[in-house]
C-alpha cells in the first residue's frame, strides 16, 4: 500500500518536470512539486541539467521524506553524518535546508552550532540536542494531555497516507507500526506501552486517531474487530547512508530482499564510504612510554597526510600540537585547540585527511571522558 504510494509520489513529480523548459531555480519554485521535494533539489542537490538527474534526485527526495516522517531522529543522523562522526557546521546547515517540518529539530541544532561556532559538529553532539528536544516535546504533549495535541503530535505521519490536512479525521487511520517505530525513535517508552498493553493489536493492524487518542489518554477499553489489515514489511534496518534510497518492500505480505542501491547520495558521500573502509584501526596493545599516545593513534601514512594537510608540513608544530592534545582531558578542550590550529594553518575542513583526524581524535576523547 505505501510503496505505490511512495511510488505514486514519484511518478506524479517525474510527470511534472517533463513540463519544464529548463531545470532553472524559478521553474522548480514555481512548480507542482511538493515542498519537500522543492527543498531538497534547491539545497542539498548538485547542479541538475537533465530530466534523468532530476529524477533520479525526485525518488531521492520521496525516499527520505518517508524516512525523515517515520522516524525523523534515525533519519537525520544518518543523512547528516552518514559514517563519519563529525562534519563542518556548514554542510549540516545546509543538508538542515532540506526539511520544511519538523522544525524544532533543524532549530535547535542551528541555535546549538551558530552559539557554540565549532569546527566540526560530532554525532554525538546532535543526537544529545534531538534527544532534549524529543524531551521538551514529550513534556508538551503528556502535560494536560487533549486531542488536539495528539491530533497535532501524529499530523506528518497521517500525511504520509492523506493528501490534504482537510482529509484527516478522528475516522483517518494508519497501519500501526509506523506509530510503533515514530514513538520509538522518540524513546518515549511509557507511551509505547499503552499501544503494547491492547493485546489485540497487532503489528499488521490500521489504527484510527480516535483510537490512539483513547489509548493515550488511557479511555480505551476493547479494539475494534474489524480493523483493515495491511500487508506490508517496514524496513527497520536500513544500510547507513541510505534514508534517500531505501522505502518500503511490495505490499505483499511476503518477506523480500531489498536491493542495495546502487548509487549514494553524492559523490562526497561516495567518497566517505570509500574512506570509511580504509578508517585506521587504533592498536589495542600497550603504548610505547617513549611515544606520544596521540601519535599512536595514527598509521605513518596518515601522520604524514596529518602534517602535511594541518601543520602546514612542519613536523615541530605537529609535535607541539600533539603535546598539548595530550594533556587535554575532553573533546571540549580539544575542539577549541583545534579551532586555533585550524584558523592560524587556514585548513581545508572538507578535506578527508583532516576529517578522518577530527574523527579520530574524538573518538579518543569520548573514550575517556
Not at 525526485?58 to 544518518?78: C, G, V
Not at 565549532?118 to 502535560?143: D, H, M, Q
Not at 503530535?153 to 490536512?165: D, G, P, S, T
Not at 574512506?275 to 599516545?293: H, M, R, T, Y
Request: charged residues 30%.
Amino acid at each position: 500500500m505505501f510503496e505505490k504510494f511512495v511510488n505514486g509520489k514519484i511518478n506524479s513529480e517525474i510527470d511534472e518536470i517533463k513540463n519544464f523548459q529548463n531545470f532553472s531555480k524559478g521553474n522548480i519554485i514555481k512548480s507542482k512539486l511538493s515542498e519537500f521535494t522543492k527543498n531538497y533539489l534547491l539545497s542539498d542537490t548538485e547542479i541538475i541539467e537533465t530530466e534523468e538527474s532530476i529524477a533520479d534526485a525526485i525518488n531521492k527526495s520521496n525516499k527520505l521524506y518517508f524516512n525523515f516522517t517515520i522516524r525523523p531522529k534515525w533519519t537525520l543522523l544518518t543523512f547528516l553524518f552518514n559514517n563519519f562522526e563529525s562534519r563542518p557546521p556548514n554542510e549540516v546547515l545546509t543538508k538542515l535546508n532540506c526539511f520544511p517540518f519538523y522544525k524544532f529539530y533543524s532549530d535547535s541544532i542551528s541555535e546549538f552550532i551558530n552559539e557554540n561556532s565549532p569546527i566540526f559538529v560530532t554525532k554525538t553532539e546532535i543526537a544529545t540536542i534531538i534527544g532534549l528536544t524529543n524531551k521538551a516535546i514529550y513534556n508538551r504533549l503528556t502535560s494536560d494531555i487533549s486531542n488536539v495535541k495528539i491530533k497535532n503530535f501524529f499530523l506528518q505521519i497521517f500525511l504520509l497516507k492523506y493528501a490534504n490536512v482537510s482529509e484527516y479525521n478522528l475516522e483517518s487511520t494508519i497501519p500501526f507500526p509506523f506509530i510503533k517505530i515514530f514513538i520509538e525513535d522518540k524513546s518515549y517508552i511509557d507511551l509505547l506501552e499503552k499501544f503494547n498493553n491492547v493485546k489485540s493489536l497487532s503489528g499488521d493492524n490500521e489504527i484510527s486517531l480516535k483510537d490512539i487518542i483513547k489509548i493515550l489518554t488511557d479511555k480505551f477499553t476493547v479494539v475494534e474487530s474489524d480493523k483493515k489489515h495491511v500487508q506490508i514489511e517496514l524496513i527497520e534496518n536500513i544500510k547507513t547512508g541510505e534514508a534517500e534510497n531505501k522505502v518500503i518492500p511490495k505490499a505483499s505480505g511476503k518477506k523480500q530482499d531489498v536491493k542495495k542501491s546502487e548509487t549514494l547520495y553524492s559523490q562526497e558521500l561516495e567518497k566517505a564510504v570509500k574512506s570509511d573502509e580504509n578508517k585506521i584501526q587504533i592498536k589495542e596493545n600497550e603504548v610505547d612510554k617513549d611515544e606520544s599516545l596521540i601519535n599512536t593513534l595514527f598509521t605513518d601514512k596518515h601522520s604524514e597526510k596529518i602534517t602535511e594537510n594541518i601543520y602546514q608540513s612542519d613536523i615541530i608544530k605537529r609535535v607541539r600540537s600533539f603535546r598539548k592534545l595530550e594533556n587535554i582531558k575532553t573533546w571540549k578542550e580539544a575542539s577549541l585547540h583545534l579551532k586555533e590550529i585550524f584558523k592560524n594553518n587556514s585548513v581545508d575542513l572538507y578535506n578527508k585527511d583532516v576529517i578522518s583526524f577530527v574523527n579520530i581524535l574524538n573518538e579518543h576523547y569520548k573514550k575517556s571522558e
